[in-house]
């Protein structure tokens, strides 16, 4: 019998009984106690699974609620169409084969797979991938040359920047290039849609970075909610949006507290760290009168700022 299934019972008997011991594993699929052994360090090691030895006892159990194998038919096929949904984008998977969609197809039970095409993904807005443009910076970061690019800013006006590609990340629909700039001495980030062309040199890099500095550089730039150092902001919400708030997870350490403002009426309030402001107000804004920034005061006011440079904008007559 294969591994998934001895991984199956060691579960199964888990949650039955509370504790299973190798000898019984090992007898009922006539494998050495080194296999089962084998089988739970896969359980900790890949799966997550809490799985503790009781020495008392003389078995495994659970030291945390776990239901992996419980409702693995229905993760699987969530995953399933999850995949088949990015790649129907490119700038997601830009050069998967569906020959690997179809073969996780095959783990989908039979009795799921009607509830394939009752089942949608939607997809929020993003940016159309150069797939061509993308495989010059790929071979650059892979070679550890050099690429020149034309790189136009938000006005649209083109620069000549050398640069060694190091990482590539996708955020919020969008791909961007992080590079060492040649010329900057500095690591930059380019926005994919925003390179104009690109031509590879018959140059080494000038200087190789550790994952470290790039972990450090990625984490002070990209989410709301990463970086080195951030500040505790607490966001209101209102009615009908706090229903839906109140069950989300913005970060780890979030926390929420429910009141009532005489004016507003029911409300939520979420505090949270945050690293990058402008992405939260951007975010906040797009709940209009049903949210708002509380504390502190120089983020509430920046989002305050924001609000009153639309209405000049838009609402006052002219």
């Known amino acids: ?56 006892k003389k078995g495994y159990c659970y030291s945390l609620p776990f239901d992996y194998f419980t409702y693995k038919n229905e993760r699987i096929l969530l995953f399933y169409i999850f995949l088949t949904k990015l790649i129907e984008s490119p700038t997601h998977f830009p050069f998967i084969d569906k020959n690997i969609i179809n073969n996780i197809k ?127 902001v607490c966001v209101r919400f209102y009615e009908p949006v706090s229903n839906i708030v109140k069950k989300q997870v913005w970060h780890p350490q979030q926390a929420m507290r429910q009141g009532n403002d005489q004016r507003y009426g029911n409300y939520i309030e979420l505090v949270l760290p945050v690293y990058h402001p402008q992405e939260l107000l951007g975010k906040i804004l797009r709940y209009g009168k049903n949210a708002e920034i509380v504390s502190p005061k120089e983020i509430r006011q920046q989002w305050l700022d924001a609000i009153n440079e639309a209405y000049t904008r838009f609402c006052q007559k002219k």
């Open 1 to 56: 019998m294969s591994q998934s299934e001895r991984l199956q019972y060691i579960d199964t008997a888990i949650r039955e009984k509370g504790i299973v011991t190798v000898q019984e594993v090992a007898q009922k699929f006539e494998v050495s106690p080194r296999t089962v052994k084998r089988d739970i360090e896969y359980l900790r090691a890949r799966i997550s699974a809490p799985v503790e030895y009781v020495s008392h």
């Open 106 to 232: 095959k783990y989908v039970k039979a009795q799921y797979l009607p509830l394939i095409s009752k089942i949608s993904y939607e997809i929020e807005e993003w940016e159309e991938l150069n797939i061509a443009l993308f495989s010059k910076l790929f071979a650059a970061l892979r070679d550890n040359i050099i690429v020149t690019i034309q790189y136009a800013d938000a006005k649209g006006t083109a620069t000549k920047r050398d640069i060694s590609p190091q990482h590539f990340i996708h955020y919020e629909g969008r791909w961007y290039c992080i590079a060492y700039d040649e010329h900057k001495k500095q690591l930059r980030t380019f926005l994919l849609s925003r390179i104009k062309d690109a031509t590879l040199q018959n140059k080494k890099q000038s200087k190789v970075l550790s994952n470290d500095e790039l972990q450090k550089y990625i984490c002070s730039t990209y989410g709301i909610y990463k970086g080195i150092s951030g500040q505790k």
